[in-house]
DNA sequence: CATGAATGAGTGTTCATTCAT
DNA sequence: AATGAATGAACACTCATTCAT
């Protein structure tokens, strides 16, 4: 273990150069579009505040849209491995408990910087993919959970359903909570009251057939 | 009255042509977002969809972003409308009553154009306060519809979390049952999920004291 | 004569409130050069400071260029006007009467609004006619001024140069006096001193051949 | 010395180069006004007769007003460094000569490319600092000249006032000698005219008080 | 590999001018 | 005549991208 890392560090410290110089221009990226807004997002001053030449700019990255891709893969990434050990960490714990760490997780992310998800999400282009492929992770991870507790939660009907309401109750009001908690609701409250509220939801009886 | 209207009618042709022109002009944008994203939503191809000249189009709207501005406003104003409608025509009803009606109004306002909301929210430039005042409203309505019940809804501790729960599961929901619901829930299940959930958490328990 | 003038002004009335118009657009020119520079000059905004529609501009010059050449001739003709009554009323005068009242005519013409005839020279394109036509009526004024008293002028040997000479003294000098004479030398003196700049050199002996 | 040299050569190319665009740029507009005129003098004609892309050419220069006051700058930097020559050359001749060598420097600037002195002054937009510097170092000029010889002046009462009137008097006089003097008036006797008007008017008895 | 000068298609916007009312 | 909404050619300027060094 230590001496393959050795090894792989030792033979390429290209790569991490590399790494580090694709680091600096997404990281240039919101720093501009923190303080000069999206229009002021040009390649140019991308490679300016990276510190790199636009030729360089263009070694690792095809074109403009290709940053942005790689900006909203880094942040993604970033939110689903804290689900991700919510979710493993979790796997045999009660759903209350897996329900919370899962809140938790994805508040942590949002208030690591807050307003920087909202920025990425209202100012940056993305395909529809980049932020699907969130939802649909977030969506999975609530369907693994509600099916490992059908016991607990029999008045589920349609595993589905129920993971798409709670994925999306769950990114909506983290994020919410992140950004926008009314004064009186400190950040621990918002946990429970949402976790809460999801519990409440999935121990609910169900609605009346139509 | 005869005389009021001939009067009207006398200044109205211009003030009506007015408008139409600045709906040609907001709908050529939605075209065009449409068809070949916003990279192509230049001023002067607005303005050939819309089929006015350039000059026009600069008349009605002092400069590109007055034109995305009008448009959310427009887009807002509609959803808003459906919202205002539900909340008064159920000033009375029971909180159930109500939640399904403003659920009915959100889902609606989505259905009639699917898409067009996250098309506009997505890529569409606009200051915080476009979204943020439709958030409010959201906010304010629900507010209002827990305080007047009161009674019904003893579990309810906090006006200003619930409101900020309630809303931001509606908008989520709501939202994301009109464009990416999963297969085997139909509209009206979802519109029904939806309202349950929101009774749920209106219902449950309150978290115990941290 | 006043019967005529009469008619004259019933019959004509359009005719006045056209040359009203004109000067209404002209003086809207100078206002708008004045305070916003010439950038700001396009035949919308003197429409709109004349108090005209745009209509009733071209309706009265055919195009942009056409204002401004009207402008010219006015401002031109203002000043040849002194010019002409001092040539006159100083026909028979001696020479230095006559320099002395034509000096006192150019100075007068520049300082009741300083700076407006170095605005409409630098500032409006003008054919080089409109300005050269001044150039000649002051060469001309002084040719004859001149020629009438070669006997006074012994010295003077070639009456086109000596006119050039002194015609281009007297506008430099005059209007430079107007807009930037040094602190310590008042109006009246810097007439003096232009007059006598001129006799001097009118008096002077003639250079050596060549 | 070889070593400073290399170094010097290594850097100096793309200086070098540099200062060739940017006066191929101010050439080219010299060139467009005078075979179009003003309202051709557009950006991208520039490039396009500079031979240079239109980016390049906003890499010289921030906007187009910043190319017209380059073009100045160039401009009155060439007049005023024949000044400043023969100013030099003849600061312990006679007054007479340095009058001359002035007179002959100025003639010269203006005959170089006649017509280009009106031609930028009446056309090209400029600051009055621009015109205003130049005048002031002229005046300046005079001033040391006239203040270094006072022995010869004794007629001089105020010196500002001298040197404004000669400073008025040799440009306009310069300017009009390029352009359009008489046809019997040679450049040569133009000059010794001029000198000769200068030089009357230095040495005459000042005016009687007022 | 890195650089950054150079490119030029394309953008938002203006404004002289027209013409239906 | 007078109006002013409408027109659209043309402009100043930007910026993603390339490529010679």
Redo the contacts with the bound molecule.
Sequence with gaps: MTASATLRSRRRP?QR??QQ?VEAILDAVIRILKRDGF?A?????IAEVAG?????L??YFP???AIFAALHRRHVGEIDRGIQTALIENAAASLEDLVRALVDAMIDAHTSDPGLHELLMTEVPHRADDTQEFAVRLHGAFRLAIAARTGELMNVRDLDTAAFVVAHMVDALCHGAALRRPPNLGLAAAKREIANAVLAYLRATPAQAA
Tied chains: 1, 2, 3, 4.
Excluded: L
């Design positions: 290209v150069r590399a110089t229009e997002v040009t390649t140019n001053h790199v030449s636009i030729g360089s263009y070694q074109d403009k849209r």
